[in-house]
């Protein structure tokens, strides 16, 4: 007869012994990585001593246009600000992209029916509306200086990048409209696609005429951010391409989202809010604007924070980190594209060594992402641009060597109407996408892999569009690269950035002088 096997009571106890050290060892390793990458190792001091110039106070506020994807976005990154411009005698608008209504939980305790039915999410973003307008409120604006434009949470960068013309509409996935359910919206019944969406700015520009506008940073990592940047930027250079803006507003952007910052994620009034950690280590680190904040302001801004109750009561820590010592913009400029001889642009060669010289035109965080651990080519580094030959050469380089495991994607985009985009990826699958294909041969556009990077090459021809009198050239283009790893998984970003073609181009930032910026 078989012995049963009996565990001893020694036994069990070792066993859960086992499994409850195993589970606190992965506590620890996730809880030491998410200290690492939250950027909480590098807090830096109070420095209450500093003394900065204040950018409103050295020059003049007239009227201040504030663009926010989400509602709370303009209070956590432009509360300060707004009352300054009201102390000032300013005009003051905000237009708010999306009703914020993609948050499920929140959904969950708005309106009746099923639970996260689409009338749920457009409860939501009623909701938020209305805290929306209490916060403004308690800053001093009035109900009519804001905007609701209804385009959809979650969906403003594939209106930028897939759903561009009325042709094709997105659908949300929250509120299953391909067009605003809201009563209120900028334009009623507003399709969801970009040209809808940079129609309604510029109605918004020509009519408010801002001195001033704010906007999400072109390194904001949420992508609704960026697609706003994108989208808001057409709008303006579309604007000035057609003289109707005889002043272009200064730009200035606000940060919101990224792993690194603001740090700490706590209540921390009296401490000074700094670039991210790895944004400084960059040779534009000085281009920042920053804006004091009196006890008072701190006060309200805070009080304001507190009015969208939907989402402190979410993350309420993470919102009041945004209440410091100063509020903190960067100053957004338009570079001009280096023009290469003729022998020079011809010779791959003479291309590799202009490269090894020559000052980026964009310069990426390094170290920002897990890709330091995993690839150090996916960690982008910076983004160098030339002109020669009636070609566009822009070279991406990573922080390591390139990799054939990463999938480097280019994406551009002219400002002409209709507009040119064009997407090249180079990796395990290389391939060429454009919104006008019918003056697009894939074989056209060329990719080839350096020792230090991955250099693009795209006919200027590409970008010429009919606007009905004659072919025209681009005088700017807007690009970002990202790099991807594991089924399109994206990686690293770099922001968004205006290339100018030329110096006879104005910059339509209009940057502001260096003895106002950190």
């Known amino acids: ?200 700015i510029c109605s918004i520009i020509r009519t408010f005429n801002p001195s001033h506008i704010l906007l999400p940073h072109p390194n904001d990592t949420h992508p609704d951010h960026w697609g706003t940047f994108a989208l808001v930027t057409y709008a303006l250079q579309r604007l000035v391409c057609e003289q109707e803006l005889q002043n272009p507003p200064e730009m200035l952007a606000y940060l919101i989202h990224r792993g ?49 109750k939907s989402q402190t009561a979410m993350m309420r820590m993470y919102m009041l980190s945004f209440v410091r010592s100063n509020e903190l913009f960067a100053v957004l400029r338009s570079p001009v594209i280096a023009q290469l001889p003729s022998h020079q642009s011809r010779s791959s060669a003479s291309r590799d060594s202009h490269w090894q010289t020559a000052e980026p035109t964009i310069w990426d965080p390094q170290g920002d992402t897990l890709t330091r651990l995993v690839s150090g080519g996916a960690d982008l580094q910076a983004v ?35 507009r040119t985009q064009i997407s090249v990826s180079y990796g395990p699958k290389q391939s060429v996408r454009t919104s006008s294909s019918s003056n697009l041969n894939p074989g056209d556009v060329q990719v080839r892999r350096t020792v230090d990077g991955i250099e693009f090459a795209i006919p200027l021809t590409l970008f010429q569009t009919d606007r009905g009198t004659g072919t025209t050239a681009p005088s700017a283009v807007l690009l970002a690269i990202h790099s991807a790893m594991i089924g399109d998984i994206v990686v690293d970003r770099t922001g968004w950035t205006v290339l100018r073609l030329s110096e006879d181009q104005p910059d339509i930032f209009r940057g502001v002088t260096s003895d106002m910026m950190l």
């Open 1 to 200: 007869m078989p012995v049963p096997n009996v565990r001893s009571p020694q036994d069990s106890i070792a066993k859960t012994a086992g499994k409850v050290t195993k589970r606190l060892l992965t506590l620890i390793v996730l809880a030491l990585l998410a200290y690492h990458f939250t950027g909480y190792p590098a807090i830096r001091r109070p420095r209450p001593d500093r003394t900065l110039s204040p950018w409103l106070a050295e020059r003049p506020i007239e009227s201040l246009l504030v663009i926010a994807p989400h509602p709370d976005d303009e209070t956590l990154g432009c509360a300060g600000v707004i009352m300054y411009a009201l102390d000032q005698g300013a005009r003051v608008c905000v237009a708010l992209i999306t009703n914020g209504d993609g948050s499920s939980v929140p959904a969950h305790t708005s309106g009746k029916g099923p639970l996260l039915a689409p009338s749920r999410y457009i409860s939501l973003g009623n909701r938020r509306q209305n805290e929306t307008l209490a916060a403004l409120t308690s800053l001093g604006l009035e109900p009519e200086d804001v905007c609701f434009l209804g385009y959809p949470d979650g969906g403003v960068s594939a209106l930028w990048s897939d759903f561009w013309d009325y042709s094709d509409l997105f659908r949300s996935q929250y509120t299953k409209a391909n067009m605003s359910p809201y009563s209120n919206s900028f334009t009623p019944n507003a399709p969801y696609c970009g040209l809808s969406v940079v129609n309604d």
């Open 260 to 308: 690194d910052w603001p740090v700490p994620r706590l209540y921390s009034p009296r401490w000074p809010l700094d670039p991210p950690n790895t944004v400084l280590r960059l040779r534009a680190a000085d281009e920042w604007a920053y804006q004091p904040l009196t006890n008072e302001d701190r006060a309200q801004k805070r009080q304001a924070i507190l009015e969208h």
């Open 384 to 418: 160098y641009a030339a002109t020669g030959n009636g070609m566009l050469y822009i070279m991406a380089k990573p922080k390591g060597r390139p990799s054939d495991n990463v999938r480097y994607v280019l994406d551009i985009s002219d400002f002409g109407n209709p």
